[in-house]
């Protein structure tokens, strides 16, 4: 066999060269009014994920108040220490998807009994004579022996933070018959000295009472507990044991964490939407977000098992979110469910008939936000103390749904609520190209979760994108893959991307970065834009990146003329490389592999010649020509070592699936026979809803391409070819162009320009994501600029750096003014940075 060299042929970058020798070199045209900048642009994306709310944003420091911890949504069970949820045909696929989810073994988390000297006593969870009948659990203790003591303690969401001198609110439920009378509640340290005590006298009537006081902490610690220290022998009843700080984001009594929210307010949000994200949709239909069962009395709401792995308890409501936005000066943005659920967990579905109820529901979550206090819903709102209608300005129809069930639903709720409230914006939830299968679409919302290079080479990738077919929302985003923990090349990367979004301000409205939140101690989500534990806020850089954007957002763009040298070069696809064949869980057959080379020379590959493959993962079995993937793993990959592709390739072969969840994948450019370096083909992905060609590395990979919607059919043989020419890869399908992906020499320096009317002062932002200083010729026509003008600047030594709890401020932004600028100016942009300068226009 011809032994055949491996490598990458890059494709050298042109450098576009300014006259001065610059690396940027920008004429702004001071009297052009270009795309406006919608003023809710930008938002904010809050999801009960990674305990963002709970042990987040909301401002309860006590974990399982109510003691529901352990109900699992109805119709699931625990197996094996995970919770199962019952078996339906999943929407898209058709068939049951089987997943299993975080569960624990601990009675009532949150909480433990601690017994001093001999005492001896019990506790368990019980739903018996109930104080709310719609959060019916409670803890039963038993004091067998008081001994030295028995408390019950609770050690808040990974300790409760106490500050000295503060003041903290207690609300508990309690029922004894033949307990005593004494009971002291207490702060404590991790090793039980007070830092605060109340007494509290029981009844001991057998009814539940309410009782209610303020402890005040004597010092501070970040590991503190409650503790209810149990007076005597008898048994007590337990239900929402409730602690907040008297100090919460605006003093509301239910209300948020001042210093959480105080870092959402300094994004200047635009629009705040909720409930999610997935949680919108839930695992199955039964455990989705409810916003009904999240109004009234918090300690009366259930809760959920949530989407993401524990319970919410619903604390941070619907009420609770309308009053958000009015605080923080947003409008609101509702997403409902539309009788879909999860389509990558199990895809319950309803019947269409069955969906109107969800119609209904979604309705009177709009008539609660906004209808007439003589309506049904807004005088529920009314009886809570809010006559006047909520900032609700959006609803988004589904999250993530797809297919051919959701292009009817969404017609059917499009017509339902348009008719009812034709002044609400409604967002449908399909990617940028829509949908054939609907009506009428205001507005999309594509989500991206990539790595940097796609945000750096699609900045203008809504440049071309038709006008007048319908708005853009990008509901989630964010650079998430190889990035750490959330570096400063993420931030610039989607700094760059945002320098795209504000340029198409007349078709992209609104974007919101996702997800918002992540308690330290339950990442689910691999990167969040703010970590929190129980006592820090620490913004990442991508945090700064959207603050710099949304407090620096111009009214208009202004035209730019620019030239940019190009810092870097992208890799040529089509180099002299492995091939490779495999499935995402899913069952599928392949034949009649061969590749040509540009000068026609055709490579066939034998299947049942064991020396041409080697299989690093999967259950392949070989023979009569057909590859057969068998199993149900994720990532499978067959590589073929009988034969290459160089630039100028075609790949071809037959497909077939047989089974399973998605399409196939086709690997290419694979530097070695595995998974660590190349290409991609992802057809019928993401459930059998689309194909994109996805970057490799390291066994990681994410779209490069457009993600375009597309599936695969089973049962019938389909001819696969994939063009590798001049940089560009084609995937075909029967003969039809489904995807292509083109290379181009990767920007890595980018801008805005814009105008703000109200301070006359004109914005300029700077995207160097480069090692290296940027030199920038800029010049004003058509206008002058004052000579002092405001600079701010986020910066890190390396692209690699992160902020941390240790360093929360490490890449943050610095302000100073510059007396240098004029008409024609030069500037050094620091490397690995974002610049923002503000400058008065003469
Ligand atoms: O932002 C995290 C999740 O990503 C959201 O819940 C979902 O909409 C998307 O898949």
New binding site residues.
Partial sequence: MKHITIGLFLLTAVAAQGAGGQDMVLDIDLSSRQAEVSPAMYGI?F?E?NHAGDGGLYGEMLMNRSFEERVMPEGYHVENGALVPPVVDNYITGEPTTKSYRWGDDPFPGWEIIKRGNAAAEARTVTDNPNFATAPTSLRLTVKNPGKGVALVNKGYWGVALQKDARYRLRMYVRTADGGKDMTVRLTGASGEELGSVPVTLDTDGEWHEYKAVLQASDTTSDGRLSIELPGAGTYYFDYVSLFPEDTYKGRENGMRKDVALMLEELHPGFVRWP????VEGITLNNRFDWKKTLGDPASRPGEYD?WGYRTTYGFGYKEFLDFCEDLGAKGMYVCNVGLACY?RSGEYCSDEEALYYIQDALDAIEYAIGDTDSRWGAVRAAEGHPEPYPLAYVEIG??NFGPIYDRRYNMFYKAIKEKYPDLTLISNYGLEGSEGADTIEMVDP?W?VEPKHFFNTTRLIDNYERGKHDIYVG?YSCNQNVGGGNMLAALSEAAFLTGIERNGDIVKMASY??LIENRNDRA?PVNLIWVDNDQVVGRSSYYVQKMFAQNRPDYNLKVNADIKSADSAPLIGVDSYIGLGTWSTQTQFRNLKVTDANGNVIKADMNDDTQWVTPRGQWTRGDGVASQTGIENRTALIWTGGRATDGSVIEFEVKKTGGNEGFLCFFGLQSPDLKKGYMLNAGGWNNTASAIEGLEDDNSSPISLVVPDRLDSGRWCKARIVLRHGKAEYYLDNKLKVTYATEPMERKFYAAGYDEASGEVILKIVNATPEKCKARITFTNGDVEHTGRVIVLKADAATDENSFDEPLRISPQEHTYPGFSSKFDYNFEPNSLTVIRLTKK
Wanted: charged content about 20%; proline content about 6%; aromatic content about 18%.
């Fill in positions: 994306f999801e994920i999610g994200g997935c949680v989407t990558g999250n993530e989500h979760y989630e996702a997800p989500w």
